[in-house]
């Protein structure tokens, strides 16, 4: 009679356990933001949307896109919602006015998703298959939709090592494509 009320017990905890953590879940805060082509005269055509979702196990960034380059892509958070161009250097470039990426702990370290101690704004690489698409869900443990509400989302030329050298900034070179988070 003991081993069955205890058995009893830990599966009714087991059972909470997992409806406490479903409740999170299902009430957890999601945005969107739609992504455009960028250039250095301005914000050009929708390429598609990206969804954000809080969940246990961190930030979950969904892409619908269309229209890239084939390949990895450094992928990040960046500081303002501004998509517009601004100035690099003494010339007009593309996503400028987005600012540098997410670091609200002013660490100036490009370390990738997974350290604590880097940009909070880096993201696993966004990959595109052969036909231009991005569909592939990431997630970065350390962001939450509360963080990134009115940033932006921005798609490098270039993928990303989540390190500053021997490119800075994980090497993902030039803007092509950005969103404001809602």
Not at 100 to 113: E, N, Q, S, V
């Given at each position: 009679m003991r081993i069955r009320l205890r058995s009893i017990t830990i599966v009714s905890g087991l059972a909470a356990a997992v409806l406490l953590i479903g409740t999170y879940v299902a009430n957890a805060a999601t945005t969107t933001a739609t992504v455009n082509s960028i250039s250095a005269t301005g914000v050009g055509a929708s390429i598609g949307t990206v969804t954000f979702d809080d969940s246990v196990g961190g930030l979950v960034i969904t892409p619908k896109l269309s229209g890239l380059p084939p390949g990895n892509h450094g992928f990040h958070i960046h500081e303002k919602g501004d998509c517009g161009p601004g100035m690099n250097e003494g010339k007009p470039a593309p996503g400028f006015a987005a600012g540098?990426?997410?670091?609200?702990?002013?660490?100036?370290?490009?370390?990738?998703?997974l350290s604590l101690v880097g940009h909070r704004g880096d993201l696993p690489v966004l990959v595109v298959d052969s036909q231009g698409n991005a569909t592939t869900a990431v997630t970065a443990p350390h962001l939450s939709v509360e963080q990134i509400r009115g940033r932006s989302i921005m798609i490098h030329a270039g993928g990303d090592n989540y390190s500053d050298s021997p490119k800075p900034l994980g090497g993902g070179g030039a803007r092509i494509a950005c969103g404001v988070i809602k």
């Open positions: 540098g990426h997410y670091d609200p702990a002013k660490t100036k370290k490009h370390l990738g998703p």
